[in-house]
C-alpha cells in the first residue's frame, strides 16, 4: 500500500489525534535528491550531503527514526500519547517524497521552462547540459537534476496539502536543488523550480476548498527571494516577506529587486517586505529585532491562514556563503514566534544553507520547535548593529501606509540597544561551529565601498549597453548644467575622484568603480576655503578598514575654515557621483537631484537626498557660487551631526591611511605643505565637535 493512502486514512479522523500539545510534524526526504550534483565531482556547495547531513542528524537525535516507511507510519497512527515518545523524544510523522505534476509547475513557470529542465534529464550529452548551464546564472544539471527538481518541488506541495487538510500540524520538506531563486522563465542561483512558489500557488488555486486564502512566505534564506517576489509582486493573498544580506545591491543576487523600496504593485502594493542587511555578521540579535518590530506586527493584522518558510540556513554561524551569525537557538526562536499564527500551520522547505555543521544544527532545533518538545531555551548576548535599527526604520517607514503598526516611532529606549563599534574579537570565534575567516574578515560595505551602480544593466547579444540606446531624458537636460562638486575628503586627489567620472580603479581602492554616464572629465578644478567644519566620524570602511572618514559640518561657521577642492562637472554627472558616494543600488532611472532641487537648495541651503538616504554623504549642500555656478557638497545632515555629538553615532579619527591620502591630496592641489596638511588633518579630527 502507498503511504500517502494510509495517511490519508486513520490520521484524518481527529478522534485519532492525540492531544492539542501533540504535534503531528511531517518530513520529507528522498536520496533521489541526492542525485542531483555538480559534474566532473567539482566542488560545489550546493551538493548531495546538504540534505543527507539533516537527515543523519534527525534520524541519530530520533526525531525521525528510520524505521521503513511503512512501520513509521503505523506508529505514528496508532501509538496514543504515551506510546507517541520513545525514550521522551517526540518524533515526526515521515512521508513519501512525490513527483510535482506538470500543471502545478505551470502554475508559476513556463512551459519553456518545464521543458528545458525536463530536457537535462538523461538523454542530453554531459556537454549539452553544460552549454545549457553556462547559459544560467549559477545553474548547473546533470543527470539527476531534473528527477531531484521534480521532487523537491512535488515533496513541498505534499507537505504543504497534508498541512492545509489538517492531517498534519506542521512539516519540513528536506529538499534540493532549493527554489527561491528560480523565476517564472529561468533557472537562477542553485534553484531550478520554485517549489515554495509552486506550492503556495497549488493552495490558494488549485485547492481553494481547503479554506487557505492568505499565505504568509517568510524567506530567511541570506539571499534575496527574486523568483518568490515576482510571482506574487502583485497578489494581495500572499505575503511575501524576506530578509537578506543586500550590502547596498552587491549581494547575490544583487540589484534593485531586493530593496525596501519593492513594497507590491497594484492589489500587491503593501504585501512584499524586504529587510537588507547592509552588512555581513547580522545574528541573533539583528534577526529578532526585525522578528519584534516588523514581521511579527505585520503578521498579526495580516492573520496568514498558513506560513511557509522559505528555510535557507546560510544565515547561519559559519556559513561560508552567508557571513552571517544565526544559531541554532536564534532559527529556534524566529521559528517559534512564528507558532501562534495560522494555528501553527507551518510548512519548512530547505533553501540554501552551505555549511553541514550548520544545518544540521539549525534544521534540528526548527524540528524541536515545530515538535514543541522541549521549551525553547538559550541566551542572547548581543545588541543589534547601529545599521539594523536603521534598516528596520527605513522599512517601517517605507511600509507603514499599508501597516499602520508599523507608522509608530520606536523608542529611543529601544534602538539605543545597538552595537556601534565593530569588535573583531576572538569571541567570533569561539563558536561551537566550524568558522570560516571569511566572516570576520569582510568588512562593512560602507560609503568607501565603491559599487557598481550600472553593474546590472543588460546587456545586448552584440555586448552593448542597452542603457547606450535608451537613456532617460533627464540625463540630456541635466547634461547642460554645470555645477561645482566641493569635495573634502579622499575625492580631493584627482586620480581618486576620476574613478567616479571615468570608472576604473586606483592605489587603495578595493573594487573598481563604474563611473559616471557621462566620462568627460571635470572641466576645470579649483580650490576654495569655506567657513564649516570638517570632521571624522563613523566605525569603518571596507575600503579603509577600522578608522572615521571625513564629513562636513553641513550649517557653516566663521570659526572653521574646510578646504575643499572643487570640480567643475554636469549637474547629470553629478547625480551619478552623488549615487555612487552613497551606495545605493537605486536605479537611475529618475534624477536624485534635478532641477528643481538645484532651485530650492540655493534657499534651503540643504537638501536630504531621500532614495539615497541609506548613504552616510545623502545631504546636499549648497556651499554659494562661483562664476555664477552653484556650488554643492555631499556630506552627513544636520541631525546627524546632533548623533555624532550625542554618541549615538560614534565618532573616530581616520585610520593612517586614509589621513595620508587626505594629505596627498592637499598636498597634491598646493593648498598646503605636508605639515601643514598633517596639522589641518589632525585638528579636524581631534577638536571635539
Ligand atoms: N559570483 C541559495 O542559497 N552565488 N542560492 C554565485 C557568483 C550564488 C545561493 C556567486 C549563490 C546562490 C539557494
Ligand atoms: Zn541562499
Request: glycine share 6%.
Amino acid at each position: 500500500m502507498d503511504v500517502k493512502d494510509e495517511v490519508d486514512g486513520p490520521l484524518s479522523r481527529s478522534s485519532d489525534v492525540a492531544t492539542p500539545k501533540d504535534r503531528r510534524v511531517g518530513l520529507i526526504y528522498d536520496e533521489r535528491m541526492c542525485q542531483h550534483y555538480a559534474p566532473d565531482y567539482e566542488d560545489h556547495p550546493e551538493c548531495p550531503d546538504r540534505v543527507r547531513v539533516i537527515w543523519d542528524r534527525l534520524n541519530s537525535s530520533g526525531l525521525a527514526k528510520r524505521l521503513g516507511y511503512r512501520a513509521r507510519i503505523i506508529t505514528a497512527i496508532s501509538e496514543n500519547v504515551a506510546d507517541s515518545t520513545r525514550n521522551g523524544i517526540k518524533r515526526c510523522i515521515i512521508l513519501n517524497a512525490k513527483d510535482a505534476d506538470d500543471n502545478h509547475l505551470a502554475l508559476v513557470h513556463t512551459k519553456n521552462h518545464i521543458d528545458l529542465i525536463k530536457s537535462t534529464s538523461s538523454e542530453r550529452s554531459e556537454s549539452r547540459r553544460k552549454r545549457t548551464a553556462a547559459k544560467f546564472n549559477s545553474i548547473y544539471f546533470n543527470e539527476g537534476s531534473s528527477e531531484a527538481a521534480y521532487l523537491a518541488a512535488g515533496s513541498v506541495i505534499e507537505v504543504a496539502e497534508k498541512v492545509a487538510e489538517g492531517k498534519l500540524d506542521s512539516g519540513f520538506a528536506i529538499v534540493r536543488p532549493p527554489g527561491h531563486h528560480a523565476e517564472e522563465a529561468e533557472p537562477m542561483g542553485f534553484c531550478l523550480y520554485n517549489n515554495v512558489a509552486i506550492a503556495t500557488s497549488f493552495l490558494l488555486n488549485e485547492r481553494r476548498e481547503l479554506g487557505i486564502n492568505k499565505i504568509l512566505i517568510v524567506d530567511w534564506d541570506v539571499h534575496h527571494g527574486n523568483g518568490t517576489q515576482k510571482m506574487f509582486y502583485k497578489d494581495p493573498r500572499v505575503l511575501f516577506f524576506s530578509v537578506h544580506r543586500h550590502d547596498f545591491g552587491t549581494f547575490y543576487p544583487a540589484g534593485d529587486d531586493g530593496s525596501y523600496i519593492m513594497t507590491g504593485e497594484g492589489p500587491g502594493a503593501g504585501y512584499n517586505i524586504n529587510v537588507p542587511w547592509e552588512n555581513s555578521r547580522c545574528g541573533d540579535a539583528d534577526y529578532l529585532a526585525v522578528w519584534d518590530h516588523i514581521l511579527i506586527p505585520v503578521a498579526q493584522q495580516f492573520n496568514p491562514d498558513m506560513i511557509i518558510i522559505s528555510a535557507g540556513f546560510d544565515a547561519a554561524i559559519g556559513d561560508p556563503l552567508g557571513g552571517c551569525r544565526v544559531s541554532p537557538y536564534g532559527y529556534s526562536i524566529m521559528l517559534d514566534k512564528l507558532m501562534e499564527f495560522a494555528g501553527g500551520k507551518i510548512v519548512m522547505a530547505l533553501e540554501g544553507g552551505y555549511n553541514l555543521k550548520s544545518l544540521a544544527n539549525s534544521a534540528q532545533a526548527c524540528i524541536e520547535v515545530l515538535l514543541q518538545d522541549k521549551p525553547v531555551i538559550g541566551t542572547l548576548e548581543a545588541y543589534p548593529f547601529e545599521s539594523t535599527w536603521r534598516v528596520i526604520q527605513e522599512v517601517r517607514q517605507q511600509l507603514s501606509a499599508y501597516w499602520p503598526i508599523l507608522a509608530v516611532k520606536l523608542s529611543d529606549k529601544v534602538i539605543d540597544r545597538r552595537i556601534t563599534q565593530i569588535q573583531f574579537s576572538s569571541s567570533d570565534s569561539d563558536d561551537e561551529h566550524e568558522h570560516t575567516p571569511s566572516i570576520a574578515l569582510d568588512g562593512f560595505k560602507t560609503v568607501d565601498d565603491v559599487i557598481q551602480p550600472f553593474a546590472n544593466l543588460k546587456v545586448n547579444e552584440d555586448g552593448q549597453d542597452q542603457e547606450a540606446t535608451t537613456l532617460p531624458s533627464w540625463r540630456s537636460e541635466l547634461s547642460k548644467i554645470n555645477i561645482w562638486y566641493a569635495t573634502f575628503g579622499s575625492n580631493m586627489s584627482i586620480s581618486r575622484f576620476l574613478c567616479y567620472i571615468e570608472g576604473g580603479q586606483t592605489e587603495g581602492m578595493q573594487k573598481p568603480c563604474v563611473g559616471s554616464v557621462d566620462k568627460t572629465k571635470p572641466k576645470e578644478i579649483i580650490w576654495k576655503t569655506f567657513p564649516h567644519r570638517l570632521f571624522f566620524a563613523r566605525e569603518r570602511t571596507s575600503t579603509w578598514g577600522p578608522g572615521g572618514v571625513a564629513f562636513v559640518h553641513p550649517k557653516s561657521n566663521d570659526q572653521e575654515k574646510t578646504y575643499m577642492c572643487l570640480y567643475k562637472i554636469t549637474l547629470e554627472q553629478f547625480n551619478d557621483v552623488l549615487l555612487q558616494e552613497n551606495v545605493s543600488s537605486y536605479n537611475l532611472s529618475h534624477p536624485l537631484f534635478d532641477l528643481t532641487a538645484l532651485q530650492s537648495i540655493q534657499t534651503e541651503k540643504c537638501i536630504s537626498v531621500e532614495p539615497v538616504q541609506r548613504g552616510w554623504y545623502h545631504n546636499v549642500v549648497y556651499l554659494g557660487k562661483e562664476e555664477d555656478i552653484p556650488i554643492l557638497t555631499m556630506t552627513c545632515t544636520a541631525s546627524d551631526v546632533d548623533s555624532f555629538i550625542s554618541g549615538k553615532f560614534p565618532i573616530n579619527p581616520p585610520c593612517k591611511e586614509y589621513a595620508n591620502t587626505l594629505i596627498k591630496g592637499l598636498v597634491g592641489g598646493k593648498q598646503l605643505s605636508e605639515e601643514e596638511a598633517s596639522a589641518y588633518i589632525h585638528e579636524a579630527s581631534t577638536k571635539p565637535l
